[in-house]
């Protein structure tokens, strides 16, 4: 009977331990399922130095939203780049997501004049301009944001997102009351789910070497912090 007994107890505790822990991993995933992981793709501005002020406007109104690459050329067509390397890497990057079937590409054009105001055509500028295709824009997500990147006018919208976390096992974990709060500290092991099929069109993880070395960890493992509340496990104090 006290054999019988000892089992029955290591079962109960076995069972309270991996209930907790599922408690544990529901906790977590409703944190880190807001946090995909996506591209920081960049983006040059409509500079247009010396240009035609109307035209300029309407050639920013027409590419709000879309990626631009600006280069200037003068009136001998030199180009006056002065990161070229640069210029080359966010061509390769944007021309990837274009053959991914995520943006369309098109060009525009604007004269330059005088520096004094003349109105005799110098150079001009070059805009290559990168424009979300529906597709493109169904890898937007919205994602947590602090309050110093809030601060900062970051509202959390992200493209080209591309795959988000799940809690895959909870590694340990320890417990203990902290000013009146019931705390517990939990490692755990994740993995990249819905990852997205466009991420495997040709050229795209040669031009954004981040995506494998994100799926590719060896340790995806992390820490958090999580409090008890009447209504269960949570992330937030």
């Not at 996506?38 to 040059?44: Q, R, T």
């Not at 030199?78 to 991914?100: C, I, M, W």
């Not at 040669?206 to 995806?220: G, Q, R």
């Amino acid at each position: 009977m006290k054999k019988i007994l000892v089992s029955l107890t290591a079962v109960s505790i076995g069972l309270v331990a991996c209930g907790k822990e599922s408690d544990f991993k529901k906790a977590i995933n409703e944190k880190i399922s807001k946090a995909p992981v996506c591209l920081n793709v960049s983006s040059d501005s409509i500079d247009g130095s010396y240009t035609n002020d109307d035209d300029l406007k309407k050639l920013k109104a027409k590419t709000a939203g879309a990626y631009v690459i600006s280069q200037h050329y003068d009136e001998n067509g030199k180009n006056s780049d002065y990161s070229p390397e640069q210029t080359k890497n966010k061509f390769v990057q944007l021309d990837s997501l274009t053959g991914a079937g995520l943006l369309t590409k098109s060009t525009e054009s604007l004269v330059t004049y005088s520096v004094w105001g003349e109105k005799k055509a110098n150079g001009f500028y070059k805009y290559t301009i990168y424009t979300l295709t529906d597709a493109g824009k169904a890898t937007a997500a919205k994602v947590e944001t602090n309050s110093m990147s809030a601060m900062f006018g970051d509202t959390g919208q992200r493209i080209f997102c591309y795959a988000h976390p799940m809690v895959e096992q909870i590694e340990n974990y320890t417990e203990a009351d902290n000013s009146g709060y019931h705390m517990a500290e939990v490692k755990y092991s994740y993995k990249y789910v819905d990852v997205a099929d466009w991420i495997n069109k040709a050229g795209v993880k040669e031009a954004f070497p981040v995506i494998a070395k994100t799926l590719d960890d060896t340790d995806k493992t992390s820490k958090t912090t999580l409090v008890k509340t009447n209504n269960g496990w949570s992330t937030d104090l």
